[in-house]
């Protein structure tokens, strides 16, 4: 995990100057279709924003932007006039990927198949961070209220009435006691075995990334004299010289040279 460090001193919350003893750690999504950390570090980093977490969870990484133990705005105020964990908790902030909107705090048109490589990324670098965070501080995150998303503080009444991240983890696979598990694991050094479903899609992520890659390629100085025959015939759009034919393209192909003779 890459943690980097970009402290919002513009910041109201920044400016309160307020500590805590860390007693646990708070897991929230952002609850916007927005990948890109900048976004957030600009709109928050100013007076007048009535919110404010520990640190930004995104596909590469964490970003921290208060010190840990410095009493964030997070958690809202909690129903029956509780103590918020504001007072006693971390809060890390999962960026959601792009392409989804909300209607009554439900996720619309949410793609948990093209978002799978995305949200492995995300959930892995929120694990490392919990654990690490309950490493320093002396945590247990198996025991009751240590570690909990917004919806669960909600309920133990430390926090206002938010879903997140019980709204979006379970397109995955995934819910609270997973993550307070894997956590665990995690401080004990991390040597689970991989699952199959962590297997494909890292394999996946890698597999899109390589195309990608191949699709920007220009055509090879031996194949150049072939491939602009070949577009010129028709037979290819003259694009991605370089990435792999599919069976369904190859019979496309042939169908096309079957048409011209």
């Known amino acids: 995990m890459n943690l980097t460090e970009h402290i919002l001193t513009g910041?109201?919350?920044?400016?309160?100057?307020?500590?805590?003893?860390?007693?646990?750690?708070?897991?929230?999504?952002?609850?916007?279709?927005?990948?890109?950390?900048?976004?957030?570090?600009?709109?928050?980093n100013r007076p007048g924003v009535e919110a404010c977490?520990?640190?930004f969870v995104h596909k590469d990484g964490v970003i921290q932007t208060l010190p840990w133990n410095w009493r964030g705005w997070h958690a809202g105020a909690p129903r029956g006039g509780g103590v918020s964990a504001n007072n006693t908790h971390i809060s890390l902030e999962i960026l959601e990927p792009?392409?989804?909107?909300?209607?009554?705090?439900?996720?619309?048109?949410?793609?948990?198949?093209?978002?799978?490589?995305?949200?492995?990324a995300v959930y892995r670098n929120a694990v490392e961070q919990a654990a690490m965070l309950c490493?320093?501080?002396?945590?247990?995150?198996?025991?009751?209220?240590?570690?909990?998303?917004?919806?669960e503080g909600c309920a133990l009444g430390i926090a206002s009435n938010h879903a997140d991240v019980g709204h979006w983890f379970p397109r995955h696979g995934k819910n609270m006691d997973q993550f307070?598990?894997?956590?665990?694991?995690?401080?004990?050094?991390?040597?689970?075995?991989?699952?199959?479903?962590?297997?494909?899609?890292?394999?996946r992520a890698a597999m899109e990334d390589w195309q990608a890659e191949q699709a920007a390629q220009p055509v090879s100085a031996w194949a150049e004299e072939a491939?602009?025959?070949?577009?010129?015939?028709g037979l290819f759009d003259g694009t991605a010289p370089r990435t792999a034919l599919t069976r369904e393209q190859a019979a496309l192909v042939l169908e096309r040279m079957e048409r011209q003779k």
């Open 180 to 203: 307070r598990a894997d956590v665990a694991r995690e401080m004990k050094g991390g040597q689970e075995e991989m699952t199959q479903e962590t297997f494909n899609q890292m394999f």
């Open 135 to 151: 490493t320093r501080y002396g945590l247990d995150p198996l025991k009751p209220g240590v570690v909990v998303d917004h919806a």
């Open 98 to 120: 792009a392409g989804h909107t909300y209607q009554g705090g439900v996720m619309i048109g949410y793609d948990a198949d093209k978002n799978a490589a995305y949200f492995a």
């Open 227 to 233: 491939w602009k025959a070949a577009k010129t015939r």
């Open 53 to 55: 977490a520990h640190a």
């Open 11 to 44: 910041s109201d919350c920044w400016k309160t100057g307020r500590t805590i003893t860390p007693k646990g750690v708070m897991i929230h999504s952002t609850g916007v279709a927005q990948p890109d950390p900048e976004v957030f570090l600009k709109s928050w």
